[in-house]
């Protein structure tokens, strides 16, 4: 059996090309939301496009009219597609 010693300096280099592709995701989600590539929408948005309340939407989902979490993004970040809102 092999053994492979880490330095420290391999942990340091580690750390640092985490942070910087952490980093550029973040940006990358970033600018993708600020140009509006991101497909679908938040509850909140889908809420005002067909004005209605919570509980509305719950019904919604429950008598299937409106598909429920249909996509899950960023951490909780829930979106409904185009094709989910039926008005």
């Not at 990358?28 to 067909?50: C, F, M, P, W």
Request: with cysteine; net charge positive.
């Amino acid at each position: 059996m092999a053994v492979e010693i880490i330095t420290r300096e391999d942990l340091h280099f580690f750390r640092v090309q985490l942070l910087n592709e952490i980093k550029q995701f973040i940006c990358q989600l970033k600018n993708d939301a600020s140009n509006g590539t991101v497909e679908g929408y938040k509850t909140k948005h889908v809420r005002k496009i067909l004005d209605c309340s919570n509980g509305k939407l719950q019904a919604l989902r429950i008598s299937g009219k409106l598909r429920g979490r249909s996509k899950i993004a960023w951490p909780g970040l829930v979106q409904k597609t185009d094709n989910d809102v039926i008005t």
